[in-house]
């Protein structure tokens, strides 16, 4: 890893999946006011026969102040997940990781909204695109704690 990043926590799998049940509804409710907050971009599109990414449609959209309200909840539910230790890292797609210890380096233990619980891992740098099973036998590839 190039930049040393400070976590609050560091999460052995137990503690990751004891945490899903604390997170899940609120990852669920991201992912309601994210869909509700793109049909109502969509409709203001529509109606100012407009591109989405308009700056005529973002002053629609603010003068309704739902928009504004969803951004608002989305912001405030991605802190309180946060707040346990954990990372929202994919609010769209429900995507939640962990930081955990694996011999010296840290990596991720990463679940996804649906999954009953924490399955896979990655190395930071990889992101979602380098998920790995949680036993992975490649080389330095399981992940064991």
Do not use: Y
């Not at 992912?31 to 990414?53: D, I, Y």
């Amino acid at each position: 890893m190039a930049e040393e990043t400070t976590f609050r926590r560091l999460f052995t799998i137990a503690e990751a999946d004891n945490t899903i049940p604390l997170i899940r509804g609120k990852v669920a409710r991201i992912k309601n006011a994210l869909t509700r907050l793109r049909g109502e971009l969509e409709q203001a599109a529509r109606e100012s026969n407009l591109p989405p990414w308009s700056p005529q449609v973002s002053e629609k959209l603010s003068e309704k102040g739902s928009a504004t309200e969803l951004v608002r909840e989305v912001r405030q539910l991605i802190e309180e997940i946060n707040s346990h230790g954990c990372i929202v890292n994919g609010p769209e797609a429900g995507l939640v990781d962990f930081p955990c210890l694996l011999g010296s380096e840290i990596v991720f233990l990463c679940w996804q909204l649906g999954e009953p619980r924490v399955g896979h891992w990655h190395r930071i740098s990889d992101g979602f695109a380098g998920r790995r099973p949680l036993l992975d036998k490649e080389p330095g590839g399981g992940l064991v704690n």
